[in-house]
């Protein structure tokens, strides 16, 4: 007898394949997953260390600026005023570098989120335990980040109106010593944030690299 080959029409044969096809798609490994979304943060974040060089040229142009102004008298008023136009554009730029920085982190926020639930899922107890204490830093370092951002936000606010301040001619010495203790108020609460964000990140690549290492990926140093 001759052997007998069943005929699959050609309908459902590409419909088993597509399913199949589908069926991969609906299951991610979740250490692949977190791993992936690990180093696409790195990319999304790559415009936040541009600004950041960004912000301190512009902080030190501003620091020059004022220096200059507080070597002139009422005499050079006129130069004052420029001086501080210079100074409040700067501030412009400075706010804009500031709200490009936060769009940066937060897109890498939201991929962080979008695969953070990846950790729950990974079976490896080992891998598991390294994984949830990379992603509790990164949501720690985001979060002092939000502070820093709004801590930011206000001292730039106060420098500004030190500027317009200075372009009032009545403005008394009372007056601008109080801006001055403000800003200088609001920078210290700055670097007190900045340090936290710092620290925060700086576990975080330990604890991520950690990861790695269990889950059997190479360590890139320079991420």
């Known amino acids: 007898m001759k052997s007998l080959k069943m005929r699959v029409p050609t309908g459902i044969a590409v419909f088993c ?36 060089k960004s912000l301190k ?5 501003e620091s020059k600026l004022y220096d200059k102004m507080m070597k002139l008298n009422m005499d050079d008023f006129a130069q004052v005023v420029a001086l501080s136009e210079k100074a ?3 501030a412009d ?6 709200k490009s920085e936060k769009e940066s982190i937060d897109k890498a926020k939201k991929e962080f989120e979008a695969h953070k639930a990846s950790v729950e899922k990974i079976d490896d107890q080992k ?3 390294k994984a949830e204490s990379a992603a509790s830093y990164m949501e720690k370092r985001y979060l002092a980040y939000d502070n820093l951002y709004k801590s930011y936000q206000n001292a730039l606010g106060l420098d500004k109106e030190l500027y317009k301040l200075l372009q009032n001619k009545g403005a008394g010495l009372n007056e601008l010593e109080a801006q001055l203790n403000k800003i200088n108020k609001s920078y210290d609460e700055v670097l007190k944030q900045n340090e936290r964000f710092n620290t925060y990140t700086t576990d975080y690549n330990k604890a991520k690299k950690d990861f790695y290492r269990a889950a059997g990926f190479d360590v890139k140093e320079s991420r």
Do not use: I, N
């Open 93 to 98: 730029k400075r706010e804009r570098h500031l």
């Open 57 to 61: 040229s512009l902080e030190q142009t």
């Open 88 to 90: 409040l554009t700067s």
């Open 17 to 52: 394949a597509a399913a199949f096809l589908l069926a991969g798609c609906w299951w991610e490994d979740p250490v692949d997953s977190l791993h992936a979304a690990f180093e696409k943060v790195v990319d999304l974040e790559k415009p936040f260390q541009k600004e950041q």
């Open 127 to 129: 891998v598991r335990k």
